[in-house]
Nanobody, 126 residues
């Protein structure tokens, strides 16, 4: 399975971007997919996740109400719509997929994910 993230770029504060993550390879049926981000000098942090079958969504408090995660089964693609962007949202954004349910709050932990995309840079100017 390969994940290809795209859609990053430079945007002014208050603007919007939509990230996409397309999966390819053998039959793709993850338990969930997530987005993480990593700013320079900081650890990778959870942004949002979606259960592939049920569509249940989960968000970090810092993006709740501004970001929306969604998925398209037919295209094997997950999206992250980012609105009201802030300079502190600047980071490399990574998509990831996990094959199994791995316990409470599994979706927040990078180590629970089996596959990762290459990352796409989002820069928000003030």
């Amino acid at each position: 399975v390969q994940l290809q993230a795209s859609g990053g770029g430079l945007v002014q504060a208050g603007g919007s971007l939509r990230l996409s993550c397309a999966a390819s390879g053998r039959t793709f049926s993850p338990y969930a997919m997530g987005w993480f981000r990593q700013a320079p000098g900081k650890e990778r942090e959870f942004v949002a996740a979606i259960a592939w079958s049920s569509g249940n969504t989960y968000y970090a408090d810092s993006v709740k109400g501004r970001f929306t995660i969604s998925r398209d089964h037919a295209k094997n693609t997950v999206y992250l719509q980012m609105n009201s962007l802030k300079p502190e949202d600047t980071a490399v954004y990574y998509c990831a997929a996990t094959r199994y349910y791995r316990g409470s709050d599994y979706y927040r932990r990078p180590l629970e994910y089996d596959y990762w995309g290459q990352g796409t840079l989002v820069t928000v100017s003030s």
